[in-house]
């Protein structure tokens, strides 16, 4: 079966601008394996060849691929999804008993939250929020409506939370902050592995990476394997999506585009 990535790759540049789309994908779920073997003979679950119900997986179904977030320009990303999550908690905190109400912020529809008569949130016609930011025990507990900018599924709300999960995930390294001072999770005889003030720093320096700018090259034929390089990785990125315009508060020299 012809993947989208090779449908378009016709020529050897094609092909470079393809792995510098893909070099940073991941394959999701797979970490649940102490070391995927695909070995029909181990009869343990989550060791190496058969999942949680003891079914053989293989290349296809042990993990998911995915294209990971860029990390560059993500403390803006983290900004502008708090910026949105006050304008919608600002509309929740407005709506009175009886009263529906359309959730917009920067010019981005989630669709309407209710506040039925009996007290009660309705978020059956909230769209675009995860289950974590609807959910709701009353009237006195209602929805938070946070935006969750972070994983395929919107789980994760911010780089603090993103580091404390892919150093457990991706390294084996697991926080204080998460796990407690002086425990031993992962039972590999070291504790304390990550300090509170470890992630702190980690998170700030990822916070703190610019966004990502061009450099246009002068020299004419590198402007042209640059036209070309652009047309490719558009019909790459091509697919139905439907996306709207928003505006935020951008910081002074947010977009940067230089020529070398």
């Known amino acids: ?109 989630f669709g309407k939250l209710t506040l039925i008569k009996e007290g009660l949130w309705d978020t059956s016609k909230v769209e675009g929020l995860p289950r974590l930011s609807l959910l709701s025990k009353g009237s006195h507990d209602p929805p938070s409506l946070v935006i969750r900018p972070w994983h395929q599924a919107a789980n994760v709300v911010s780089i603090r939370e993103f580091t404390n999960n892919a150093f457990n995930q991706h390294h084996g390294i697991q926080s204080t902050e998460r796990y407690g001072i002086d425990t031993d999770p992962d039972g590999d005889g070291v504790k304390n592995e990550l300090t509170r003030a470890d992630v702190t720093a980690v998170t700030l320096w990822q916070a703190s990476l610019q966004v990502p700018g061009r450099v246009i090259p002068n020299n004419p034929k590198s402007k042209r394997l640059y036209s070309r390089a652009k047309r490719c990785s558009k019909r790459l990125a091509a697919a139905p999506v439907i996306s709207q315009a928003f505006r935020w508060n951008a910081p002074v020299g947010f977009y940067r585009t230089r020529t070398l």
């Open 1 to 109: 079966m012809q993947t989208r990535a090779q449908a378009v790759i016709t020529s050897p540049t094609d092909f470079l601008v393809a792995a510098a789309i893909l070099f940073t994908n991941v394959f999701v779920l797979a970490q649940r394996f102490d070391f995927v073997s695909f070995d029909s003979n181990d009869p343990v679950s989550t060791k190496g060849s058969k999942d949680e119900d003891l079914r053989p997986v293989t290349p296809d179904d042990v993990g998911n691929l995915r294209r990971t977030t860029g990390m560059f320009g993500s403390g803006y990303l983290e900004m502008l999804a708090r910026q949105i999550t006050a304008e919608l908690q600002h509309i929740r905190n407005s709506i009175k008993l009886g009263e529906t109400r359309e959730l917009v912020a920067k010019e981005i529809r």
